[in-house]
């Protein structure tokens, strides 16, 4: 759970000439020296109503203002876990994610989790709301995320997010054969009968999925994808609604796992892919502190790789 923390105080006198994060320390026992420094870094520390750096050397009397958003946490342990980082700076890092990686610890999952490897790999990452973590991967859907290293990234990163200007594309295979792109524009929420699952319902949020084709087969079609909006399972829920659900997905491809007439080849390809084949090839992005565009890319994991060469020699 996220909370907003807001506090004030007053630079003793006697502490003329200190250094502000020194001060702080003073002044806010309760938390580290290190989330301390890092939010006066963020200006989510201010005196006077100015940021100044840590290292600034204070004249007493002046007033201290904290605002900031802490999450409320269990502590989580951090884990050497190896990670794929495509793009690194003092503000962001983007990774590419492995399958059979889960991003945060939850019910089942309390560690070996992208963000305990995350921890381990960033310490600092610790004071941040999710370690940094900014949005999310289904565990077998491989591709890239950005995660935050400052609280000010953070911020920016979360109403990129929200004003939909991080793009987000993707490729999959899917069952049947599309003849041209599209869109799907319908709610997702919770599944009436089994909470953990997501479905199209009236009752949920807007959700939007546009996909074109890149290459169709006989009995799939291998599709690029982009996301208006994020919500859970969305394109795995909208690609089935539409009746094209993501191949080798093990929850929402239906009681069928393989058209009629393909060949046992071809069935031994689905079969050893064990997930659904969904890869986050594309991410676009403002820098949260300079505004560069940065823009990073990854190939198709081996395993979906092999698949789309069966397909093709089946043609």
């Known amino acids: 759970m996220i909370c907003k923390e807001q506090k004030n105080a007053e630079v003793p006198a006697s502490e003329k000439g200190n250094r502000f994060d020194q001060v702080t320390a003073i002044l806010f026992p309760e938390f580290s020296r290190s989330c301390l420094t890092q939010w006066i870094r963020d200006g989510f520390i201010t005196l006077d109503g100015h940021v100044n750096p840590p290292k600034y050397k204070v004249k007493g009397g002046e ?26 700076d003092q503000s962001i890092l983007v990774i590419d994610k ?14 070996g989790t992208l963000l305990n490897g995350l ?9 941040l709301p999710r370690a940094g973590i900014v949005h999310r991967l289904d565990k077998d859907t491989t591709g890239l995320m950005v995660v935050a290293k400052t609280l000010q990234a953070h911020s920016n990163l979360v109403a990129q997010l929200q004003s939909r200007d991080i793009k987000r594309k993707y490729e999959a295979i899917v069952v049947g054969n599309l003849i041209s792109g599209g869109s799907v524009d319908k709610p997702i929420g919770r599944h009436q009968k089994n909470r ?38 969305q394109i795995r829920v909208h690609m ?17 796992r393989f058209p009629k007439g393909i060949s046992d080849a071809l069935k031994k390809a689905i ?3 064990k997930r659904q084949a969904l890869h986050a090839n594309s991410l676009e992005l403002s820098h949260p502190i300079s505004g560069k565009a940065i823009h990073c890319t990854s190939k198709l994991p081996n395993d979906v790789q092999v698949l789309l060469d069966c397909l093709s020699h089946e043609e």
């Open 63 to 88: 007033q201290v203002k904290l605002e900031v958003e802490i999450n409320e946490r269990v502590e989580f342990a951090p884990e050497k876990i190896p990670l794929n980082v495509v793009y690194d």
């Open 98 to 111: 492995p399958r059979d990686l889960v991003v945060h610890p939850g019910a089942g999952n309390w560690s």
């Open 119 to 127: 921890i381990f790999h960033y310490p600092e990452l610790v004071t």
């Open 196 to 233: 953990k699952l997501m479905a199209v319902s009236e009752k949920g949020k807007e959700a939007r999925t546009f996909y074109k084709v890149i290459r169709r087969f006989q009995d799939f079609s291998h599709i690029g994808i982009e996301l208006d909006t994020g919500r859970t399972h």
């Open 240 to 256: 089935a609604h539409i009746g094209h659900s993501i191949v080798g997905d093990p929850i929402y491809s239906g009681r069928s």
């Open 271 to 273: 079969s050893q892919l």
